[in-house]
């Protein structure tokens, strides 16, 4: 252990129970002990926590943390980025924490009879999305193996949001227009809580009127994502669009190719990617190649989609 003299105020730390920390972990924040009148770093932030290493911390009769790191102790949303940051290395691990955090949020939103959602969350969670990629372009990659395939609107929901990023990343987007493309992927479905569970969750063809009221989920999430003061044009008409087609089969507005804007064409793929990929009430899931050969080659969909996009999201899947 190598120790860091720090010459602090009594009123700046508290005490750390050592049952708060997990062996095989990496370490959030610096662990301090007491010597005099000062305080030393006994371990510092981003270690990994082996069985040895507790040992020795078991050994010592108090152990502090800063009063400045006390958020840092669990996984929370104002957390998640300096979790996800001393565990980049760890593509399942990191996965995990976006779950906890993502799914905390959709729980608080199902909850909500206003339809509320935690802005601050939804930031923090796609800024999450954007460190990781921009820090390892191979990020989806090495990860969608630890996708949850099961047919849940929260795991839908960052699916679609880290499947965005990274492909607006491969296209050289800005920082801002990525956090604009992550959020709209992250709330493109929110509409859909206002859409009864018979339709929503039936496991045979919706009928005419079922599926007009489906298809009203985006002008739902539209509505929703206002009411939650969120008003950038850009990821509210990629909200509002991510179900148009180029042939201008889509809608809600039936738009074609020159209309549809880029954030709504990347929405698109992504949105029909991770929904072929996760089981349904209705079918099970199809494996990454099989979704992928659907969305290039099957006749019903093949004219729907942003070629270049298309192409460039296999790669980054497949190179």
Not at 68 to 95: A, C, E, M, P, V
Not at 240 to 264: C, N, Q, R, V, W
């Amino acid at each position: 252990m190598k120790f860091i003299k720090a010459k602090i105020s009594h009123r700046t730390h508290r005490k750390l129970e050592l049952e708060s920390i997990v062996v095989g972990e990496q370490l959030v924040f610096d662990i301090w002990i007491k010597k005099d009148d000062e305080y030393l770093i006994i371990i510092k932030a981003g270690t990994l926590l082996i069985e040895k290493i507790y040992h020795q911390l078991q050994l010592q009769k108090n152990l502090y943390i800063s009063l400045n790191d006390i958020d840092q102790l669990t996984l929370t949303s104002s957390s998640l980025l300096r979790y996800i940051q001393h565990n980049q290395n760890k593509g399942q691990k990191t996965i995990e924490f976006l779950y906890e955090v993502n799914n905390r949020l959709f729980t608080e939103f199902f909850a909500s009879e206003r339809n509320l959602i935690d802005t601050t969350s939804v930031d923090a969670i796609v800024k999450s999305i954007i460190y990781l990629v921009k820090n390892n372009p191979k990020y989806l990659k090495e990860t969608i193996a630890y996708f949850n395939d099961a047919c849940a609107l929260e795991f839908h929901s960052i699916h679609v949001a880290i499947y965005a990023v990274s492909l607006s990343y491969c296209l050289d987007f800005k920082d801002e227009e990525l956090l604009r493309i992550g959020t709209a992927g992250l709330l493109h479905d929110l509409g859909k809580k206002v859409i009864n569970d018979n339709i929503t969750k039936k496991e045979s063809k919706l009928n005419l009127q079922e599926m007009q009221t489906m298809q009203e989920h985006s002008k739902f999430s539209v509505d929703i994502v206002k009411k939650n003061h969120i008003y950038n044009p850009y990821i509210v008409e990629a909200i509002m669009h991510h179900h148009e087609a180029l042939d201008g089969s889509g809608y809600p507005e039936h738009l074609t190719s020159k209309d549809i804007t880029p954030f709504a064409a990347i929405l698109s793929i992504c949105d029909n990617f991770d929904a072929l990929t996760s089981d349904r009430p209705y079918r099970d899931k199809y494996s990454t190649f099989e979704a992928l050969k659907k969305i290039m080659k099957e006749e019903s969909m093949v004219n729907k989609f942003n070629q270049e996009y298309l192409r460039i999201f296999l790669e980054s899947l497949l190179a």
